[in-house]
């Protein structure tokens, strides 16, 4: 399979991580992934024959042809088809509120249809984005898509806070976070969760998680005990208990 990562015009950096792009063969047939959380909604656009997401050994469901996915809070699985073909927008944590000014938590854990999301517009990008012949083209309707849509700004809170809870990879405190940006511990946690759509604790946890599977992934060398401690986990037991 063939993996590649797109940047977002300038002027969609802020809420737009990146596109990315999965291209494979029939041979790819039968392939699992194992997808975890990363604290980002994903728009996905399948051009090449669809995906099954395994529930259980013996519960499937086949993924539309394309839908937006809300955040993870737990993996899952998913298994090719055949020829793969995916085209993906990856949203900042708080980005897609920009577009569609809903409470992402009713998002979080579930796919949901184009239509459902901007009507007659959803089905027309579908299309176009369906029948476009490159990774590029795909970009250029997506994007033209997203700016006619950008209608809300991005809550400078919610951003200053994944914003420092991103920079201090996981290891922040939310208690000294509510108090930097001078809001209740739980108003910060009812603005964070309808922005985000997890509560700060778990999009901590959860950033932390990946900081430490990058440094497994990247780093051989490194002991177990030494990936935890650097990656902030207080003792071993806290690694495990999160993994």
């Not at 430490?212 to 650097?230: F, G, H, P």
Request: proline residues 3%.
């Amino acid at each position: 399979m063939n993996y590649r990562r797109y940047s977002p015009h300038p002027s969609l950096t802020r809420y737009i991580r990146c596109y990315w792009t999965v291209d494979g063969n029939d041979t790819s047939k039968g392939s699992r992934e194992r997808i975890f959380p990363d604290g980002c909604i994903e728009l996905i656009f399948h051009h090449g024959d669809l995906f099954r997401k395994i529930l259980r050994e013996t519960d499937a469901t086949t993924q539309p042809r394309s839908f937006l996915h809300g955040q993870l809070r737990r993996y899952m699985e998913v298994e090719s088809t055949g020829k793969i073909g995916i085209f993906s927008v990856r949203f900042q944590p708080h980005g897609l509120r920009a577009f569609l000014n809903v409470d992402n938590h009713e998002l979080t854990g579930n796919v949901v249809g184009l239509e459902e999301l901007w009507g007659v517009d959803g089905l027309i990008l579908e299309e176009r984005m369906l029948e476009a012949a490159s990774a590029n083209e795909r970009i250029r309707i997506v994007e033209s898509f997203l700016i006619c849509k950008l209608h809300w700004p991005c809550d400078r809170t919610i951003d200053f806070c994944v914003q420092s809870i991103l920079n201090s990879a996981g290891s922040i405190s939310i208690e000294g976070l509510s108090s930097e940006v001078n809001l209740g511990r739980r108003q910060l946690e009812r603005n964070f969760l309808m922005a985000v759509g997890l509560s700060p604790k778990l999009f901590t946890r959860i950033v932390r998680f990946q900081n430490a599977l990058s440094k497994i992934e990247n780093n051989s060398d490194m002991s177990l005990t030494d990936v935890a401690y650097s990656s902030g986990f207080y003792d071993q037991s806290h690694f495990i208990k999160d993994f």
